[in-house]
């Protein structure tokens, strides 16, 4: 099945803890990205990547960073510098011309 | 800053009604638009994608497009207690590098 996955389904942080979310996806997509969801919130755009080995912030990278080091895969960290990390983090992918995004089922964090 | 405004609801309809959703944006080189449907706990999924100004008809979904007057708009006919989720609306150029959804609305379906 083509798909994106995202992993793990729920992560709990303590404070002052780094922690990687992982995204990949096998639907051929160039371009992927890194929403933020809070309760009863719009998406926020943290970060996308067109192309292999490039990527630009979004709205609120303040505390997020990314890598893509292979199309297939987008991987977030939440670093302790975040400091209101606890939200619903989706990846989503597009092919590039066609801008139509699809989403993965996301990543509940928690900061304890 | 580029804004896509919803109404936030809960807009309520009853079983086998038509839901009207709205949204506008402030962007005017705006090109590609989409709505979304996302039920509680869940990411969203892809419903209908316009690009052209009219309606598009998808099933029991209608999209309509106005670029003059900023807006577009989500039909959903003989809905469904299953329709009852948040729907986003989603705004881009072309090149997918300014994708802004907005806030949502929350649709209830009453049987």
């Known amino acids: 099945d083509g798909g994106i996955t995202q992993s793990p389904k729920y992560l709990f942080r303590k404070e002052g803890q780094n922690v990687t979310l992982s995204c990949e996806q096998n639907?051929?997509?160039?371009?992927m990205y890194w929403y933020r969801q809070d309760p009863g919130q719009g998406l926020r755009l943290i970060y996308y990547?067109?192309?292999?080995?490039?990527?630009q912030k979004g709205d609120i990278a303040e505390g997020y960073s990314v890598s893509r080091e292979k199309k297939e895969s987008f991987p977030l960290t939440v670093t302790s510098a975040q400091k209101n990390p606890t939200a619903f983090y989706l990846c989503?992918?597009?092919?590039?011309?066609?801008?139509?995004?699809?989403f993965g089922p996301g990543t509940r964090l928690t900061v304890l | 800053q580029k804004e896509v405004e919803q109404n936030s609801g809960p807009l309520s309809v009853p079983e086998g009604a038509i839901a009207s959703l709205n949204c506008t944006y402030s962007?005017?080189?705006?090109?590609?638009f989409f709505w979304y449907r996302q039920y509680s706990g869940k990411s969203p999924e892809l419903i209908m994608s316009?690009?052209?100004?009219g309606d598009k008809e998808d099933g029991r979904f209608t999209a309509q497009l106005n670029k003059a007057s900023q807006y577009v708009s989500l039909l959903i006919r003989d809905s469904q207690p299953s329709d009852s989720a948040t729907y986003l609306c989603?705004?881009?150029?072309?090149?997918?590098?300014?994708?802004?959804f907005g806030p949502g609305t929350r649709l209830s379906v009453l049987p």
């Open positions: 989503a992918s597009s092919i590039v011309q066609y801008n139509e995004q699809f």
């Open positions: 639907l051929n997509h160039d371009a």
């Open positions: 990547s067109q192309i292999v080995n490039d990527f």
């Open positions: 962007d005017r080189v705006s090109q590609s």
């Open positions: 316009i690009y052209s100004n």
């Open positions: 989603a705004v881009t150029n072309n090149y997918g590098q300014n994708f802004v």
